[in-house]
């Protein structure tokens, strides 16, 4: 089991390949992400317009906003696609004992 700042916020076989779910810590809105068996959080609002990243998709390993079409890289955060030009932050996750971990505390990236 890690140690704070981390914080569980699902169980790891909740969330299908492919899939995303948003989870809340402590008011904040996140974006927890499994591609090809890896797991990403990520900021649950676009650089571009201030708009929730969870009203989009998955498009492989980058989430697309729903409002104007932008694609952030669920790794580094950086935007893929205009009219974003400003990367969104990125956490650090763990896998232990059959949860996934957040570290809501600063951005990795």
């Given at each position: 089991?890690?140690?704070?700042?981390?914080?569980?916020?699902?169980?790891?076989?909740?969330?299908?390949?492919?899939?995303?779910?948003?989870?809340?810590?402590?008011?904040?809105?996140?974006?927890?992400?499994?591609?090809?068996?890896?797991?990403?959080?990520?900021?649950?609002?676009?650089?571009?317009?201030?708009?929730?990243?969870?009203?989009?998709?998955?498009?492989?390993?980058?989430?697309?906003?729903?409002?104007?079409?932008?694609?952030?890289?669920?790794?580094?955060?950086?935007?893929?696609?205009?009219?974003?030009?400003?990367p969104?932050?990125?956490?650090?996750?763990?896998?232990?004992?059959?949860?996934?971990?957040?570290?809501?505390?600063q951005?990795?990236?």
């Open positions: 089991m890690p140690e704070a700042p981390f914080v569980a916020v699902a169980d790891r076989d909740a969330i299908q390949d492919g899939k995303f779910i948003k989870v809340t810590i402590e008011g904040r809105s996140f974006i927890l992400a499994r591609v090809d068996d890896r797991f990403h959080a990520v900021e649950d609002n676009c650089s571009h317009e201030d708009y929730p990243l969870s009203y989009g998709c998955l498009d492989g390993d980058r989430i697309k906003c729903s409002l104007h079409g932008s694609r952030f890289s669920l790794e580094t955060g950086a935007p893929m696609d205009e009219p974003a030009d400003t969104i932050r990125t956490y650090a996750v763990k896998v232990a004992d059959g949860r996934v971990w957040i570290d809501p505390t951005p990795s990236n």
